[in-house]
């Protein structure tokens, strides 16, 4: 991996190159480059990377996020849920790295090895972060129209090395019909999808003791992904006896992120701060 010149720019302090599909553990078997079909979405994605805004160094906790965009698995919402949110993480003393990873393209393995080196690069066990790497490395994820919601709390309960902490925004948890949101199953596993894989990758399911602690973010209206996927994960993680607070806001609907329409704005944010001071202190 490497530091990367040819990056867009959006403000980061460093982008790093994590891997591609030929030297990736795992390839998603797309070939043909990526693709930006509106301005801030990017389709298509091969390539690994990691966009970095490091924390304010007079408001610095020792924290980092590694941040998830949403996109349903088949492209990345990388404005509202990417690099607008870590520049809001940044001025709060938390260092903010987005990812950029690549499409699963029913290998529901890629995007999820993606997040763990991600996450083992901001916290220093793999090169290519000096400077900004953290000892307390957590990972958010934003489900627009879902995916990065669920790749982070598969990073939460499915990887060997887990984030200290996960903040889910109306992430997609399960699989069942009628509670989740199936695109994002089927982009995932394409025609491998059955009961059998359905039932893993619902996480509620993949919730033990070392899960770590987690924050959810729902809105009650929200008719993309229902409010009632956090609060499955929720109850799995109480069952579990890990640390988990969550704010069901009344309205809102689905994928709002950190845009400015959303009545709960500022409410999500110090709620946000708040968790976080507090995990800090524990």
Known sequence: MSASASAKDYGQALTVRIWDN??????????????EPEPNRLANTSDAELYIFPADPAKA?????????????????????????AKWFAANGIT??????RMPNHHPEV???????????????????????ADKVGIVGSSGSSAGGPLAASASTLAETKPAFS???YPVITAEKGKGHQGSFNA?????????????????????????????LLSDDDKVVPPVNG????????????????????TGGHGWGIRDHFEYKEQWQQATLDWLKKLNEA
């Open 167 to 169: 903040i889910l925004f």
């Open 188 to 216: 995932l596993l394409g025609g491998s999808r059955n009961a059998e894989s359905d039932t893993w990758y619902s996480l509620q399911n993949r919730v033990t003791a070392q899960t770590p602690p987690t924050l959810l």
């Open 22 to 35: 030929a030297s990736a553990p795992h390839s998603n078997g797309i070939d043909t480059p990526e693709q």
């Open 111 to 133: 995007p999820l090895e993606d997040a763990v080196q991600a996450l083992r690069i901001m916290a220093g066990l793999e090169a290519g972060a000096t400077g900004y790497t």
């Open 61 to 85: 906790t020792g924290q980092a996020v590694v941040i998830c965009p949403g996109g349903g698995y088949v492209k990345l919402c990388i404005d509202y849920e990417g690099y607008d949110m």
């Open 231 to 250: 609060i499955l994960y929720y109850n799995a993680l109480k069952e579990h006896g890990v640390k988990a607070s969550m704010h069901i806001y009344p």
């Open 96 to 101: 903010g790295a987005v990812l950029k990873y």
